[in-house]
């Protein structure tokens, strides 16, 4: 079992910027894939960023170049960088882990909120 406890959403306005954490226990040495996804009132969840355990990144088109995902392997700990923000960033971002390529968990989310 993995738990996943992320931290660091707020409101912030528009052009402004947050870091996410996201803090990793139990099985962790059976992680492959760490990632971000959000999900905005009436919309489906939708992937913002993955990272591997070897810090491969990959990234929804709609953020690149503003977010950055990272990782800390010593600390069990993935970080999202979010940048530029715009009012549709807007949503509750959930952690998610993969374990043993199978396994997927994912975290109580973080509101953030960005005004215009």
């Known amino acids: 079992q993995v738990q996943l406890v992320e931290s660091g959403g707020g409101l912030v306005q528009a052009g402004g910027s947050l870091r996410l954490s996201c803090v990793a226990s139990?099985?962790?040495?059976?992680?492959?894939?760490m990632g971000w996804y959000r999900q905005a009132p009436g919309k489906q969840r939708e992937l913002v960023a993955t990272?591997?355990?070897?810090?491969?990144?990959n990234y929804a088109g709609s953020v690149k170049g503003r977010f950055t995902i990272s990782r800390d392997n010593a600390k069990n700990t993935v970080y999202l960088q979010l940048g530029s923000l715009k009012p549709e960033a807007t949503a509750v971002y959930y952690c998610?882990?993969?374990?043993?390529?199978?396994?997927?968990?994912w975290g109580q989310g973080t509101q953030v909120t960005v005004s215009s």
């Open positions: 990272i591997t355990k070897g810090g491969s990144t």
């Open positions: 998610n882990a993969v374990a043993l390529l199978k396994f997927e968990y």
């Open positions: 139990g099985s962790i040495f059976s992680l492959n894939i």
